[in-house]
């Protein structure tokens, strides 16, 4: 089939919506890597060469990426590896590694998984055999036996570096750092981490055997740059099977960045972060509303995913309970007013109660006190209520100092939108006399 | 006994091949008797037990897990005459699988091995699992590895019998069986080679890199004459003496400390080959490449004598050999690294390290370097610190001169450096540490920077780019580059220190503050998880120090940059 025809192809709508969801739910869902990363083309050629270096010419090397989360670590990182594997010289030669901070959260087991990767002499299939203190042995004498020119370069990539410079002793890091600095076989140590300060965590021997050669991805985005962004990863690639209804799409999406309302919306995203991580789940709630009855994206879409991702989670939560748990929650905001934060107990917040019945309540009645008690324990399964620091077992529930965990804000925007709450509770919340 | 055979009780304690007749039976190593080593002759005779077919699903499982062993049996040919057992068949069609693949990868490692040989292979199964044994016997500590193994057992031998023989109870103690003699496992661990060696430096600029690559130590340390000489002396004297004696050698990091005392052992051994000196033996432990403290004593056992043992029984064997006056008339040079390492709460393994030299007939000479000069008066205790002794050697850091000189001598002739940009990175890394690792890198990324540029030298821009990258502190700009309700949080976070006086304050009153703000700036006033989510990125960040988020918003937050930067960061646009 000719070029022309294959673009003049006309799939039914149905099809092309599910193709549509496909192709976008890999990139905001599946971090599928861009053909280019945006706004990180330094550290990409510097991390590039750096690893070109280590496998061509044999030289050892560390590094360190440094960034936001959502920042683009991992993808930088994945995206210059893609590069450098179209290169034969360096798919055939490089080793690779990989580790992270959440998964091998001990030494031990990080020189298990480094030696099921490396596929050292004492593995079998899947299984590591050797205890602690023979792994390492043996993968220092692995290394150590190497050399510059004829033995293959690794690659260390650790993921979520500051958690292993929580490790004892640091022993793994000290290694890996002092291979890069030895004559031995050639690696390149590469960490990612989040945290700006991450080289005070590493102790004074392990800092000197590492290079200090750090990269940072910090985003200097700004609002224009971010629509276009939002632009890119909502447009069809080219190469999609109709393409009459992809230009249609993708017209759709510069109207959508151009229209007013949908820019304030992204405004408020923009002004609260600028990373990838965010902007996809605001995306990808805009695309999950897209089928075949409502084949584009609208404003109206946009301003509900945004204030589906803006909402207040606590404040939600408020309107599942029932009206005696609110009234203690107002009560509760009412003692933190007098008092300033202290924490209360149950009997306190029972007495406020009893005071607001008494004054001026019409629907509300007095509970029995194990009621009352069930409610409170209902909020503080919620987590709406916590204990105060130092309380013990010793003390009875009722008497057991809590704090509240909500904001005044929270509760008054709740009571808003509470279905059916009587008016006096409503009036009581807003002051607690009168 | 662990081994209740149903069998039979044949109990060989001599080496009855069944079908080896060129081992040699009999042959003993002098290896004193423990509960473990007993252990494993038992499990030796334990193979020696009748023919094939009966218990195949032990030897199965023992060639499973020999096979999984850390070491082929490469080395272990050599030393066939230490086999004290042969093995019967297996009948099994795993087993045999098994076993033609260890055979393939013996044919594999080592193309010597004759057809002769090639029905002997079942036979190297026991140094296999002898191999295993004494893997075993290394790490009584690690008790996954026995569960391992015991669960492998379990899981393999399906008759009951076999069960008895599993290893884990190990607290019964096996029948005395004959002193299997210990053999060298010579590991061979290695990353495979590439398929052509590494691209040669091309132009002037590579070839400084890779003269400036930390790891190109020189022949001999410049500036380091003085200290080099002390060290060999003293080496010297004890070596030709025949005494032992200890030295402890300090300084900060990257000051050539392990550096010098290689160059110097190098020296001496070439002037051992020379005649010039008695022969003597080199053996270096570090305190960071163990996994434990007490594992020094199995590496210094390895290293000395080829063993492999538990670090217990490495420590009573040193004992041994250190206070007996044998034959031996060798003087041990120990290099132990990273000495602050090895500390322990009783300090035993320091103990012993500094006590064994004080013996009339070990002839050792131990060379300890750490960090602190003042390590034997704070950590040590009395009777290690006064073993250690008085012989003391301290590595200053570099000054700036020395640091020239290093580069300079490093590039040797190579024209590669503008001098003064050289000069410019001496003197900076020298105020700072005296690291001379530091300098070689800063050195190195100047290198790149220029070679990015593609200048010729490496002039003073590229120098004071490389500073600039290796001795940044983002906080500045991070803050610059933080979106704009992190920035008004950061002010509010100043705003609301100023209010209460304090360096904290909890969430909620800075939400206060912050809404506030936002209403000046126009801005729509966050909510409170919108508040949350930005509190959080900048804790994760570490541009705030956070409580647990579990306290949602009764948490309290510390600013870790000074007020001052962060209002200069916020000014500046």
């Known amino acids: 089939m000719s070029k022309r025809k294959a673009k003049d192809a006309h799939l039914p709508i149905g099809e092309c919506i599910s193709q549509v969801h496909q192709i976008l739910r890999k990139r905001f869902c599946h971090q599928q890597l861009p053909v280019k990363p945006e706004g990180v083309e330094a550290q990409h050629k510097h991390l590039a060469e750096l690893l070109k270096r280590t496998a061509v010419h044999g030289e050892s090397n560390s590094v360190l990426i440094v960034g936001p989360r959502g920042a683009g670590k991992t993808m930088l990182l994945r995206s210059v590896l893609r590069e450098l594997s179209q290169e034969t010289e360096v798919q055939k030669n490089l080793l690779q590694v990989h580790l992270n901070g959440l998964l091998q959260t001990d030494d031990r087991i990080a020189l298990k998984e480094i030696t099921r990767q490396l596929q050292l002499e004492n593995v079998v299939g899947d299984k590591v055999f050797g205890s602690f203190a023979e792994n390492l042995t043996f993968l220092l004498d692995a290394l150590k036996k190497g050399d510059r020119s004829s033995s293959r370069p690794v690659l260390f990539v650790l993921d979520e570096f500051d958690l292993f410079a929580q490790h004892k002793n640091q022993t793994l890091l000290y290694n890996l750092f002092d291979v890069s600095q030895s004559a031995q076989a050639p690696v390149a140590v590469v960490g990612l981490t989040c945290r700006l300060d991450v080289l005070e965590l590493l102790e004074k021997r392990v800092k000197s055997r590492f290079s200090h050669r750090q990269m940072y991805l910090l985003s200097k985005l700004t609002f224009p740059q971010y629509l276009e962004r939002i632009r890119d ?118 007495n406020e109660f009893k005071k607001f019945l008494q004054r001026k309540s019409n629907s509300m009645y007095n509970f029995e006190q194990p009621i009352i008690m069930k409610a409170f324990e209902h909020l503080q399964q919620l987590e709406l209520i916590r204990p105060a620091d130092g309380a013990s077992a010793k003390t009875q529930r009722e008497f057991q100092l809590m704090r509240l965990m909500l904001d005044h804000s929270q509760i008054m925007e709740a009571l808003q939108k509470y279905p059916q709450c009587p008016t006096d509770v409503k009036q009581w919340a807003t002051s607690a006399f009168a | 006994m662990a081994a209740s055979l149903s069998l039979p009780p044949r109990i060989t304690h001599s080496l009855t091949p069944l079908r080896r007749t060129n081992r040699k039976p009999g042959r003993r190593d002098d290896v004193p008797l423990t509960p473990r080593s007993a252990r494993r002759r038992e499990s030796q005779s334990e193979m020696d037990s009748p023919p094939a077919g009966d218990d195949p699903s032990r030897t199965s499982s023992r060639r499973k897990e020999i096979q999984t062993g850390t070491e082929p049996v490469l080395e272990v040919l050599d030393e066939e005459e230490e086999e004290n057992g042969a093995l019967r068949v297996s009948r099994r069609k795993s087993a045999l699988k098994v076993s033609s693949r260890i055979r393939k ?330 690291d001379a690792r530091r300098c070689l890198d800063i050195c190195r990324r100047a290198t790149e920077i220029c070679e990015r540029s593609a200048a010729g030298l490496v002039g003073m821009s590229h120098v004071m780019q490389a500073l600039d990258e290796m001795f940044s502190s983002p906080y500045v700009a991070a803050i610059r580059s933080a979106s704009t309700q992190e920035q008004l949080f950061l002010r509010a976070v100043i705003a609301e220190f100023r209010r209460l006086g304090l360096e904290e304050a909890t969430f909620q009153q800075v939400l206060v503050q912050h809404q506030a703000l936002c209403r000046v700036e126009g801005l729509q006033p966050v909510g409170v998880s919108e508040g949350l989510a930005v509190c959080r990125r900048l804790g994760a960040c570490r541009l705030l120090l956070l409580e647990p988020s579990r306290l949602g918003v009764l948490q309290r937050l510390w600013l870790n940059v000074s007020q001052d930067d962060v209002l200069f960061a916020l000014k500046a646009d």
Request: hydrophobic share 35%; charged share 25%.
């Open chain 1, 233 to 350: 990863q909502l447009s069809l690639p080219d190469d999609f099977p109709d393409g009459k209804f992809a230009q249609e799409w993708n017209a759709a999406v510069t109207t959508l960045c151009e229209d007013k309302s949908a820019e304030e919306v992204l405004q408020r995203h923009f002004n609260s972060s600028t990373d990838f991580r965010s902007l996809h789940m605001l995306l990808m709630l805009c695309l999950s509303r897209v089928s075949v009855a409502r084949p584009s994206i609208t404003p109206t879409d946009l301003l509900d995913a945004s204030r589906f991702c803006l909402a207040d989670a606590n404040a939600n939560m408020l309107h599942g309970l029932s009206i005696l748990e609110l009234c203690l929650i107002i009560a509760m905001k009412h003692l933190n007013d007098v008092y300033e934060g202290e924490p209360f107990n149950l009997q306190m917040v029972h």
């Open chain 2, 105 to 434: 990868q013996l044919n594999l490692l080592d193309g010597r091995l004759s057809s002769d040989e090639d029905e002997e292979e079942e036979e190297f199964v026991p140094s296999r699992k002898e191999l295993q044994s004494s893997d075993e016997e290394e790490d009584d500590d690690e008790g996954d590895e026995d569960e391992e193994l015991a669960a492998k057992k379990s899981r393999r031998s399906s008759s009951s019998h076999t069960k008895q023989k599993t290893r884990t109870p190990r607290k019964t103690p096996r029948k005395a069986g004959p002193i299997t003699p210990r053999r060298h496992r010579h590991a061979t661990p290695s990353i495979p080679n590439r398929a052509q060696p590494a691209r040669r430096p091309g132009n002037i600029l590579e070839e400084a890199r890779a003269r400036l690559h930390v790891s190109a130590v020189p022949e001999s340390l410049p500036c380091r004459e003085q200290e080099f000489q002390d060290i060999y002396s003293f080496v010297e004297s004890k070596v030709l003496d025949g005494t032992g004696g200890c030295m402890y050698v300090s300084g900060v990091p990257g000051t050539g400390k392990t550096a010098t005392v290689q160059e110097v052992m190098r020296c001496l051994q070439h002037a051992a080959e020379q005649d010039e000196i008695p022969p003597f033996v080199f053996i270096q432990i570090n305190g960071m490449k163990m996994t434990d403290p007490h594992q020094a004593y199995a590496q210094i056992l390895q290293k000395l004598t080829g063993q492999k043992a538990t670090a217990d029984h490495a420590a009573a064997l040193l004992e041994k050999r250190f206070s007996n006056p044998a034959s031996r008339k060798e003087t041990t040079v120990l290099l132990v690294d990273e000495l602050d390492l090895l500390w322990t709460r009783k300090q035993n393994v320091m103990y012993n390290l500094f006590d064994w030299p004080t013996r009339r007939h070990a002839r050792l000479v131990v060379l300890a370097i750490a960090n602190t000069m003042d390590l034997p008066e704070r950590i040590l205790i009395n009777r290690v610190a006064s073993r250690l002794g008085l012989t003391r050697m301290s590595f200053q850091p570099y000054s700036f001169k020395q640091l020239q000189q290093i580069v300079t001598s490093r590039l040797n002739k190579l024209k590669a450096f503008e001098d003064d940009a050289l000069q410019l990175v001496s003197r900076k890394v020298a105020a700072l540490s005296g």
